[in-house]
C-alpha cells in the first residue's frame, strides 16, 4: 500500500469519526416555537389552542375572556449574557391576540401579564430544553450552596437593625411600667386628697353644730 493511499485511508477514518461526535446542543428559534407551543397547550387555563398555519393559531383561554386568533409577530434568542458566571440565554415570543377590544389592557392588564410570562422562556443546556421562568428559578435556586454562612451573613447584614427594633421595644416597655405605677401613685394621692376633704367637710360641719349649741346657751343664759 502506497503512502498516499495510507494517508488518504487516515483522512477518511479521522473525518468519520468527527462528523459521528455529538453534535452540541444550541438553542434555536425552532425549539424555542416548539417549546412555547407545548407550554400553551398545556396551560390548565387553555381551553383551545390549535394551529392555523404559519406562526397563526385559534387560541381561547379562561385566564382571560378571549376566543379568536393568536399571532406570533417576532421570536428573538438572546444570548448575549450566556458567557457570564449567572448568565443565561432567554428566547423570547412576540405575540398578538387579534382583534382585542381598546379596554382589553385596562380591564385585565395583570392577568395578561401573568399569561405573558410563558412568552419568555429559558434555555437549559443540560435538558437542551427551554424552560418558563419559574421552572427556571427553581432550577436555579436548587444549584445555590445551601451554607449555614449564607444564613449569618443575612443576620450580620440585618443586625443593626434588629438591635434598634430591640431597643424600641425595651424602651416602650420601660415607658409603659412607669406609666402604670405613675397612675397608681395618682390614684392613692387622688384617694387620699378626698378622704382629706370629707374629714376638712365633717369639721367644719361639727364646727357649725358646736357653734349653734353654744348660741343656744348664751341665749338661755340671757333669759
Same mark, same amino acid.
Given at each position: 500500500m502506497s503512502k498516499i493511499h495510507l494517508k488518504g485511508m487516515l483522512f477518511l477514518g479521522f473525518f468519520i469519526a468527527l462528523t459521528s461526535l455529538p453534535a452540541l446542543a444550541e438553542p434555536t428559534e425552532a425549539t424555542l416555537i416548539?417549546?412555547?407551543?407545548?407550554?400553551?397547550?398545556? #396551560?390548565? /387555563?387553555?381551553?383551545?389552542?390549535?394551529?392555523?398555519? @404559519?406562526?397563526?393559531?385559534?387560541?381561547?383561554?379562561?385566564? =382571560?375572556?378571549?376566543?379568536?386568533?393568536?399571532?406570533?409577530?417576532?421570536?428573538?434568542?438572546?444570548?448575549?449574557m450566556? #458567557?457570564? /458566571?449567572?448568565?443565561?440565554?432567554?428566547?423570547?415570543? @412576540?405575540?398578538?391576540?387579534?382583534?382585542?377590544?381598546?379596554? =382589553?389592557?385596562l380591564k385585565y392588564s395583570y392577568s395578561y401579564s401573568m399569561w405573558g410570562q410563558n412568552n419568555m422562556l429559558y434555555y437549559d443546556e443540560e435538558t437542551d430544553g427551554w424552560l418558563t421562568s419559574n421552572e427556571y428559578y427553581a432550577k436555579t435556586q436548587e444549584k445555590l450552596p445551601k451554607t449555614p454562612s449564607l444564613f449569618f451573613l443575612n443576620i450580620l447584614s440585618y443586625g443593626p437593625i434588629l438591635i434598634l427594633i430591640v431597643f424600641i421595644v425595651f424602651s416602650l416597655i420601660v415607658i409603659a411600667n412607669l406609666q402604670r405605677k405613675n397612675k397608681q401613685y395618682m390614684d392613692h394621692a387622688l384617694e387620699l386628697t378626698e378622704k382629706?376633704?370629707?374629714l376638712v367637710r365633717k369639721s367644719l360641719d361639727l364646727g357649725e353644730d358646736s357653734n349653734k349649741t353654744l348660741k343656744e346657751i348664751l341665749e338661755e343664759l340671757k333669759k
Open positions: 416548539e417549546a412555547w407551543e407545548t407550554i400553551q397547550r398545556n #396551560d390548565p /387555563e387553555t381551553v383551545v389552542f390549535e394551529k392555523l398555519g @404559519e406562526n397563526l393559531y385559534k387560541f381561547k383561554t379562561e385566564r =382571560f375572556p378571549f376566543d379568536g386568533k393568536l399571532k406570533i409577530l417576532n421570536v428573538s434568542v438572546d444570548d448575549r450566556k #458567557d457570564y /458566571e449567572y448568565g443565561n440565554i432567554m428566547g423570547i415570543i @412576540e405575540v398578538e391576540l387579534v382583534d382585542l377590544p381598546a379596554d =382589553f389592557s382629706s376633704i370629707e
